[in-house]
T-cell receptor, first 111, second 113 residues
Framework: SQQGEEDPQALSIQEGENATMNCSYK?????LQWYRQNSGRGLVHLILIRSNEREKHSGRLRVTLDTSKKSSSLLITASRAADTASYFC???????????FGRGTSLIVHP | KAGVTQTPRYLIKTRGQQVTLSCSPI?????VSWYQQTPGQGLQFLFEYFSETQRNKGNFPGRFSGRQFSNSRSEMNVSTLELGDSALYLC????????????FGPGTRLTVT
């Protein structure tokens, strides 16, 4: 089974709204990463957050990590139609060097 | 700088045949990883090569193999193709390894008939 699972599976919002997606995982991790995939640009790295970090920002993106709940959230503020894509979290469990990807959240941003 | 390139982009093969996919990483990146992406199983790690050595391996049968050359370019081979091998095969390169920031190529779409 997947180490990380994103929720919701699909999200549909209007341009300008915020989008929040979550990732839950099963075992202790070293790092958690978020990636975006769309047909135009393929799979692109967004943010890496280490297990000893709680929050990171990158432009309109904010990632939080709660290791006690084994969960992470990705917030996209003021979304744009160009943010339409699938978003994946990837985790590597402690003692492992292999990243495990979730099934992804499909985000549609309507203009 | 140039991104990760993969060739070919599309491939149609027949069951039982073998296939070789190629990946050129970003200049300076010594880690190259391969992934299989399907609608049913999602994105799954195949293996990682670092400085010509296989460093990590996912849970795939021995029909899936790879290698890395001294210039960091990598090839992946699948022998005795099965219908279930139809997938998008993605290559990713990284400075530090698969558990850190990776740069993905556009993928090779393999269809097995």
């Amino acid at each position: 089974s997947q180490q990380g699972e994103e929720d919701p599976q699909a999200l549909s919002i209007q341009e300008g709204e915020n989008a929040t997606m979550n990732c839950s995982y099963k075992t202790s991790i070293n790092n958690l990463q978020w990636y975006r995939q769309n047909s135009g640009r393929g799979l692109v790295h967004l943010i890496l957050i280490r297990s000893n970090e709680r929050e990171k920002h990158s432009g309109r993106l904010r990632v939080t990590l709660d290791t006690s709940k084994k969960s992470s959230s990705l917030l996209i503020t003021a979304s744009r139609a160009a943010d339409t894509a699938s978003y994946f979290c990837a985790t590597d469990a402690e003692g492992s060097y292999i990243p495990t990807f979730g099934r992804g959240t499909s985000l549609i941003v309507h203009p | 700088k140039a991104g990760v390139t993969q060739t070919p982009r599309y491939l149609i093969k027949t069951r039982g045949q073998q296939v070789t996919l190629s990946c050129s990483p970003i200049s300076g990146h010594r880690s190259v990883s391969w992934y299989q992406q399907t609608p049913g199983q999602g994105l799954q790690f195949l293996f990682e090569y670092f400085s010509e050595t296989q460093r990590n391996k996912g849970n795939f049968p021995g029909r899936f193999s790879g290698r890395q050359f001294s210039n960091s370019r990598s090839e992946m081979n699948v022998s005795t193709l099965e219908l279930g091998d139809s997938a998008l095969y993605l290559c990713a390169s990284s400075l530090a390894g698969a558990r850190y920031e990776q740069y993905f190529g556009p993928g090779t779409r393999l269809t097995v008939t």
